[in-house]
């Protein structure tokens, strides 16, 4: 029999934080042993942010509900729900909802998100 060609993940990986931000990953590294992308959904709380980050991989953003914040190379972008965003490997970028409400979103990452290459600031 061959192996099989495709991996069924029936509950995400989740990341332990320590922001109140939830992120389950249901594909990549962690979930799925998959280096060559990561899916990702994720619910940051009102008020969270992130040190700066110049990630080695692009990373596409689509926004389910609220709204989140980007500031890539000096420019500040706001995305809704229904917007997506991609961002550039090698951007220097720092994510964050400054706003009143949860902002809900998914994220790609392409390869596939690791601590190692999202080169993260320190504060």
Request: glycine share 8%; hydrophobic share 35%; with cysteine.
């Amino acid at each position: 029999m061959s192996e099989k060609r495709y991996v069924l993940n029936l509950s995400p990986f989740v990341v332990p934080t320590t922001d109140g931000k939830l992120i389950e990953e249901h594909v990549g590294g962690a979930s799925t042993g998959t280096t060559a992308y990561s899916l990702a959904h994720m619910v940051a709380p009102p008020h969270w942010s992130e040190p700066h980050q110049t990630p080695s991989f692009d990373e596409i953003t689509i926004v389910v509900r609220g709204r989140k914040r980007f500031e890539i190379d000096g420019d500040v972008v706001e995305l809704q729900a229904g917007q997506a965003l991609l961002i550039k490997g090698g951007a220097r970028v720092r994510y964050s909802n400054p706003f009143e409400e949860e902002c809900e979103y998914w994220s790609i990452c392409v390869p596939a998100f690791s601590p190692d290459t999202v080169n993260r600031e320190a504060e």
